[in-house]
Every structure is written in structure tokens, then in C-alpha cells.
């Protein structure tokens, strides 16, 4: 009899802890039911920009090798190394006295055929030559007069003179060398006014138009200079997979050497209405990006485009506009159509 009552105690205590824990985890599992709270950010527009810095290098506006046209002994040379020198400055003298002498000949002989000319000329009037012995005598003072023009323009090859105002460079030659056409005399640079010659990826050939302003710094000097782009290659390089660019320096400024290495600073994609969310709030996905908008008190996962992103915003091309809330918190918590609560929107 003892028996049965101590087991029919311990069956009602059983029954009452069993109605305790269903009292206790009753509460639990409707707060497990409940929104989730979150942290909303209202969609908003701003400006964005693609920034970009590429090597380049700094070239003369122009630029060239001085040659001699002919083979010749060098007699003089006002070459100082350098110097700055006028379009047409004589550089270089080469030996001309035997040409002289040519021309001295020729012009005596000119002077001999003009008046064999006038005398025939003078003939035919009276018909004391035929009208082809005066002929042969205009064609040979004809001939002379060319002679001479080649013998000038013979010596005047001569005399090496600077293509266009400009710096001249280190000097390979002295008096009494015996130089030609392939002899590297100097060289000189246009240096008042520079060139900026830089490679821009494949990827924003297409962003780059002449015209187009940029700015660049060099080595060791912080200060901006401003550059305009005056001509593109028509082909993209199959090594480096880059187009060359050259720009017009809008500058003149003794820091600015042919040679020397530029940063050039582009800014690429420029948007001043671009959409933009916090880079946290995007979801990367197999195939593609998503959002979560907050509609009515429930997550809605959307699909996106993204363009720019920068250390703290992206920004979408579509799939939301402006006006439109996002999540930005506990988002791999959420799934599709899931209750949520705003804590705070920002």
C-alpha cells in the first residue's frame, strides 16, 4: 500500500514539471517568432568618380638629332653646349672652297653666255642667225643660271643651322673633324614647352577624347600641373594592352626636364547623381549582387548592378532608386519575406 501511494506522488509531481516547462518555453518560442531588429539606411544619390594614377614621362615639345646633309670637313662651330638657340643659327661650318671656286667659274661663264645671248639677240633681227642658233644661246645662259642655283644650294649645305628655337645638347664633333650624313653632331630640344606621354589600360580607351583635361605631378614636387590631350594611337599595344596618349603641358616650369617620370592623376566615370549604399549592405551572390529593401515591416531581397565602389559606398545602377530602404545590419540572418524592425534609420 506504501508502494502505490509514493509512485502515484511521483506521477503528479512528473506531471506538474512537465506543465512548468511548457509554461517556460512557451514565452521562448514566441519571442523566437518575432522581428528581427535592424538597422534601416535610406537609399540617397552623391558623387562618385573612378580615380586612377598612371605612369608617364615628360617629352620636348620637339626634337631632333643635327646631321650633316653632306660629307665635309668641320672648319668652325658655334655649338655651346646647353645653350639656348634661335631657328636658322649657324652651328656648324664645313669646308666650301672648292665649291666657292665652282661658283665663281659658273659665274664668269654666265656672264660670257649673256652677252653671246644679246648679240645674237640682235642678229635675229636683221636676220643675220637662224631662230635656232638664238635659241641654243638663251638655253645656255639658261643652264649656267641653274648650275649656279645648285651650286648654292650646295654650299649652303654646308652650313648646319638650328631646325627651330631650342636647347642644344652635348657636342660629338671638334674643328677638323671630317663628318658625314650619318655623323651624330648634337641634338636639340624644344624644352619651353613640354609633352606628357602616358599608356591608358584597355579597359578606359574609351573614356579618353582630345581635349580632355588631366593633371599630373612629378618626382619630388608636390605641385599640380595641368595637361591637355592633344592626340590617342589608333590601336591598343598587344603587350602591354594599353593606348598611348600624348597631352600639351599647359605649364612652362624649369622643374619640368624631358625624361623626367609624372604621376598622372584621371578621374574615370565621373557621376555627380550616381545611387549609393554602404558597401556592407550589398550581398555578393553565385550570380550576382543583391540588396535587402525593407517594405512594410519585411525583408525583400532584390537584385542589382553595381558600378564604382569606393572604400565606403557602391554604386547601383539599378534595382533601387532613390528614396528606397535598405538594410545594412544582420543581414545573413534574413531570409526572403522575413518580419523585421527598424531600430534606427540612417
Known sequence: MRRTITMATAVALLAVGCKDDKKQAAPQAGRQQGPMT??????KTGAVSEPLQLPGTLLPMEETEIHAEVNGRVVSHAINEGAYVNKGALLVKLFDGDLQAQLKKLEVQLQIAEKTEERNKEL?????ISQQDYDLSFLQVSNIKADIELMKTNIAKTEIRAPFNGRIGFRNISIGAYITPATIITNIKQVNQMKLQFSVPEKYTSKIAVGQSISFSIEGNTKKYLAKVYATEATVSETSRGMNVRCVVQQSDAALVSGAFAKVDMDFAKNSNAILVPSQAV?????????????DG??????????IRDSANVEITSGVVPGDTIITTGLL??????KVKLSKVQ
Open 298 to 307: 519585411v525583408a525583400k531581397f532584390v537584385d542589382v548592378q553595381t558600378g
Open 333 to 338: 540572418g534574413l531570409k526572403p519575406d522575413a
Open 124 to 128: 635675229l633681227k636683221i636676220n643675220g
Open 283 to 295: 550581398l555578393p551572390q553565385a550570380r550576382g549582387k543583391k540588396l535587402i529593401l525593407y517594405k
Open 38 to 43: 535592424v538597422v534601416g539606411y535610406i537609399v
